[in-house]
């Protein structure tokens, strides 16, 4: 494992380590923000989940997290969004292939071998920085846009796992829509299949009740085609979940959006993994 | 005058504009957060000039200065840091022409024809900005790095103009230190020349007594040879004006660095700009 960068930050640290990881079979990057209260003990851990286009860069320079997560003593995860790097695969355009895992472990050539972003995000991650950093084994999960998705399903197939999972403009039901492509690619052409990695799917299948915290803009120009929280009101009623959405108005999909709401996130978060 | 961008951001909005700009003889751009006070009425401005190698872009994305702004009711207004297009004079390195204006008065050929950033920063972009925006005509200054400089410079040429100036990591004497290639260049080889325009050099000078607040990290790689806060010290106990420097251990020159202390910055110019 090899520190790429530390910076002090509010108090504490924001790092990037990279290291070779089994799941991904390639070099995994993933930034760390260590917040001042680790002096004093372990702290939990929030993981964050980007979305297409991004890298662990994105959120950790982009978002002000770090103010938040200094102010409720969490430590902040913020993995890369796919496997990287030479004979990766790739595809045409930003919603398949590099920097848009859909945060699945694939099953169809050639993209099986090394997108496997859930197994990496869920299991290994969590199994290096529990043994690395200085954290508790209390986790929670929250993700922008397709990290959004991610967080969702990462929740919804490992109940008990997190103690509480939130989303800023998430990509409510993958199968539907932004991941239409991505899908049939990773998974196969069997709408079986996608249905164990679309979280409106999971939501109204599972036996856990959840509770969600989603944000979203009203003004988001994906709103309707491709994020679609239509869907995912109606699969948390149909499953008897509860979900906190708030409709934002006048706000879009990108950056300035996450800044103004995740201190919401964090504080929600923060209350989960300290009672 | 062109929008190219607007995002609700905390509250307001983050909006990106172009001009033709008559100073430096080319399309230029900057920020202009508005806050949510804007509705009720005129609002004070707060300028920040950045970096080198910046352009508009890095502050308002990183820094997380619009939730501060939002708190305390200020607008902010971030330029770019030099004139830009084809046919702008640059050279080899990233401490001279395009993003590296230094914020003079160019009077040496190629760059006295569009290097006039100073111009721009302290009379025609206020001027459009309080034609154009929401504003009251009460101004405060800061900026990091180059850009603090500026913001020295610039409060320190137009006594009265600003009702507050303050810096992080800024350039304090650069034809001392980081500015040791541009000043030659732009201003020609007399050192007096130079002193019209080193912030160290017109703090010795000035007739009014400045009050100065200072943010610089003491792990910062440029701190001895080419911020030199020290010499900045001496200028103002020499001068008998007021500095409020904090050394923060640990921190780096990074925007990591100025988000942890940006917040600080803005409520000291509230204050001012309030009184």
Redo the contacts between chains.
């Keep these: 494992m090899r520190r790429l960068e530390s ?5 504490g640290t ?1 790092e990037v380590w990279a290291h070779d990881a089994t799941s991904t079979a390639c070099e995994m990057r993933f930034g760390v923000y260590l917040p001042p209260q680790v002096q004093a003990g372990p702290c939990p851990v929030l993981y964050f989940l980007s979305g297409l286009t991004c890298t662990e860069q994105n959120f950790i ?2 978002s ?1 997290v ?2 938040y997560a200094a102010e409720h003593g969490l430590v902040i995860v913020s993995p890369d969004t796919s496997p990287r790097g030479d004979g990766v695969p790739d595809a045409e355009g930003d919603d398949i292939g590099l920097s848009a895992s859909f945060y699945v472990d694939a099953t169809q050539a050639p993209w099986s071998a090394q997108y496997r972003m859930h197994a990496y995000v869920v299991q290994e991650l969590p199994a290096l920085v529990e043994q690395h950093f200085p954290v508790t084994d209390a986790r929670s999960i929250a993700g922008h846009s397709m990290g959004g998705h991610g967080a969702l399903i990462c929740a919804l197939r490992h109940p008990g796992r997190y103690r509480s999972v939130s989303a800023l403009a998430p990509i409510c039901s993958a199968s539907r829509g932004w991941g239409r492509k991505a899908f049939p690619a990773y998974l196969g052409d069997d709408p079986d299949a996608w249905r164990e990695w679309d979280a409106c799917d999971l939501l109204r299948g599972s036996h856990d009740r959840l509770s969600l915290l989603v944000d979203q ?1 009203d ?1 988001d120009p994906f709103l309707a085609e491709r994020l679609q929280p239509d869907l995912l009101q109606k699969a948390c009623t149909a499953g008897g979940h509860t979900l906190d959405l708030h409709l ?5 999909h ?4 996450v ?2 709401f995740i201190g919401d996130h964090v504080a929600y978060h923060a209350s989960a993994l300290k009672a």
């Design positions: 910076h002090a930050c509010f108090g924001q320079q982009k002000g770090q103010r803009g003004a934002r108005p006048g706000y879009d990108g950056f300035y959006f800044a103004s």
